[in-house]
């Protein structure tokens, strides 16, 4: 990234008496504070003593700020003319069109990426998080009010508002018909709609939360923690706390204003959100088919600011948006009548001369060709049969659909009447036996893994013989009366039993005695239902039992199937596109496959092969994004590209290919350890591998490079890739939810834990796994080892400490509320006796950075969370039964809860503490909220020596022994 950025970052601060906007430009060293103080006392008249104050303020407040601060006062009209023409109003029905009619002033008119004469080094981009949906908002509302029509109808007369009335209106977003779509609510007036609508059109208009899609609604704050920067909070936001009592609260509130902009700056800056800045940028600029309007029906750009389309696309647009448009800028693409597993398109097979196949059928005759057993082919028609249920319905519940088949369109099918069932297999061996591997179809992907089979049979064995001593004791004592006075049994292999081991708890002599000969055997326990089993319904489905989730380390022949779903959609013509006369998905697909020649080019210079990179990102971000843009499965989800038949049919038969590979290897020996919808991890000499694969790639019209990894996998999530076995070889990859972030925190990760624990289970996998101790418990000795390597692995103090890091957050819904306190470890607090009171709990920010120190350590407290915890139907019947209030508040949670303004929690819910998951109460936990990226060495080195390894070590042992290790048939 060059050191400069064309870049406004800004954020809203909206209290009763106090309404602020931070306005930062890094490239000019400055930030520009807009006020409105409804109390002037807050400001002592606005005096340059509390501006020298909140200066000084800002700058203690963040340390990565040095610039220059410059106040704005919006009750003045030179202040307000000023934000306008940063922000740009206008409430032109065409605001791209430079000589389109606005109700404001001229000058007030947002500067657009679409202007004849636009330079983005003189329009920077303005910037937010979460702003497309709050701040835009509040602006829109804010210049609507202050800018009042004058004499000559122009809105140019200066009108100020209140904070209060800012404020106001604030809550009334925050309600619940609006919070999930603020800009809703401006719709009711037409200027106040077409003000929010033209900030976007301009192009320039960024919210960085949506460069981060998946984490998109993750707070600001706690994305800031996770990456080192401060985490900086103000009292006066929680709920219930929004009035500003003096000017120390309020330079604190512009303080905290500013920290949200400068480190805003910071996470733009993160290569992730950088990526998709400059990738998406790139799009638009190659792509001007996804601002402008069609020229006429040329299906050719009309390169105009007077044809820019309505539903343009902007740099945060989101990808399915992009590969919508991309595809099919214009019109849109027709879908298939019906599911159907002919392959490839018809259209394919008079190109090449090959012939279609229905790969459903060819998949059974398949299985039936190796194996000819009833049994296991009833097992393979279990997958038959709900594959065929779809085979000749329509998945597509758009109008369009309707409108392109008229009479002929069929009736939409229901997913919900669909029979699922067991859609789990076996891979079968060339005896028929079941392999240690197996695979889940479903509709959307293929996932598969081995299982602990050893632990299966033992348990079934156990199980057999627990049936085969009952059938034995009822025949030695045919009436259970008998062996319930005789008290044991002895059996034949001379095991002497209790008779309980036999019979039901309610097998008194005084029930027995008095039953009838026919009502005898209800006596007699039921071991059927007991028997084990290697999958078993949970939540609806029928999946893996997790006693029998296994850990499997193997060098193994990764079979990626080289861009899987986009040669699969080409075979299938998914998104050829008459009008652009192409299937431009083809096209991006082919220069993919250039850019991965040309990114390797060692006579391509650095950046060149940066810019091959970005490009290449590009169409793997159309790619990869084009099967879900296709596929929405509601009605009212707007796609061009809508075709939830032809997609279906895809997936179904990608499922059916992979799965036939798989098999075909595992006849001949192999073991696929781990199978995802495009790619096998397949345990089997390379040589008889390669063939084998050779011979059904051909068969089926995809490339695979196989490559030879060693692969110590849980699931189909959970999985780490080295290039060796060897105990230095490079981690090629890591996944899951314990594993992912073994490098540094990522903006993309969801953590729960300290980052260094994905490190250490890492490492100590591999020395497990190396040492074939897999099935060992915890070695803690070996993870002492491991630990001592930490200040090797990550010598930068900065990057040690966010590995060591654990960001806490509150949840700050009322029917859920769950608020982090402390308690000072020199007061005795026991967690499991409510009538104990804290009479001072540490009152705790929404977002907290925590480590783990020593006991006894300085500026440490023990943590807990007070929850608004349900009562449940049971616990209100037993407490009227004894007499009890229904509702029972932990007192000291009540105090915490309410200091979090929390005074009304959601019905049927008292305040209550508990633990934190993963965290013992007893611990002693230090609080840092400050930028651990810029500790000073002495506060980072003290720091890091009073970290408690051993207790991190705890988490470790937890993570491995209640997730990776693998159990043994003694357990």
Known sequence: MAERINACFYDIESLTNAFTLSCYRPDDGRVDIYYLVDDPALMDGDSMDFKKMTAARIRQKNQNFAGQVYYQNLQGQKANERLAMTF??????????????????????????????????????????????????????????????????????????????????????????????????????????????????????????????????????????????????????????????????????????????????????????????????????????????????????????????????TIDSTSANFARKTLCPYGRLKDSRCVSFLYPAKEVCQKTGEKQRDILEESRDFFYGLFKESDLREKFDRVYDFYKQFAGKNFNPSKEYQEDYGDEALPVADLAQLKTGDTNLFYYEKDGRPSTCYITFSIGGLHGSEYNRDLFEKDHQAWEQKTADLAYVKRKFPDPLALRQAKTVELPDGRVEKYNAFLTSKATIKAMSAAKPEELNQFWKDFKDEEPAVFKLTGGKVKLNERYAYTSADLTNHEDFTSYYPNMLRRLNAFYNEKLGEDRYTAIFQRKQELDVFRKDPKASPEERRMYNIEREGTKLILNSATGAADPRDEHTPSVIRMNNRIRSMRIIGQLFTYMIGQAQTYYGARIVSTNTDGLYSVLEKGLNDKILADEAKQIGVEIEPEELYLISKDSNNRMELASPALDAAVLSASGASLACRKDTSPTKSLSHPAIIDWALSEYLRQAAASGTLSAHFDRELGQKIMAKIPAAFPDPAHRLRMFQNVLASNHSREKASCIFGVDPAEAFDLDDPSQVCPDPLIMQRYNRVFICKDDSPLTVHLYAATAKKVTPAMQKKRQRDGEPLLQDDQTARLVLEANGFKNLGRGREAAVKRIPNLNPAWFMHLENRAINLLDPEASGQLLDSLDLDKYLELVESAYENNWRNLTPAE
């Open 88 to 313: 740009g109003v206008s409430d032109a029905h065409y605001v791209n069109d430079p000589d389109a009619e606005s109700s404001f002033p001229d000058a007030f008119r947002p500067i657009c990426d679409t202007d004849p004469d636009y330079r983005p080094e003189k329009a920077p981009w303005l910037m937010g998080y979460n702003s497309s949906n709050y701040d835009l908002t509040m602006l829109a509302y804010y210049f609507n009010l202050v800018w009042q029509p004058g004499e000559d109808g122009k809105r140019s007369r200066f009108k100020p508002t209140t904070a209060r009335i800012m404020r106001a209106f604030n809550d009334e977003l925050f309600s619940g018909r609006y919070i999930g779509n603020m800009r809703l609510r401006l719709w009711n007036d037409q200027t106040l709609g077409m003000i929010a609508k033209n900030f976007i059109m301009s192009g320039r208009q960024i919210d960085v939360a949506q460069l981060n899609e998946r984490q998109r609604r993750v707070g600001l704050k706690r994305l800031l923690g996770m990456l080192g920067w401060q985490i900086l909070e103000s009292d006066k936001l929680r709920p219930g706390t929004d009035r500003l009592r003096n000017e120390d609260e309020l330079a604190d509130l512009i303080a905290y204003n500013v920290s949200d902009v400068v480190n805003l700056k910071e996470l733009f800056l993160h290569p992730f959100y950088q990526g998709q800045f400059i990738l998406k940028k790139g799009l638009l600029e190659r792509y001007p088919d996804l601002v402008y309007e069609e020229k006429g029906s040329s299906y050719q750009p009309n390169v105009s600011p007077k044809a820019v389309r309505k539903d343009r696309l």
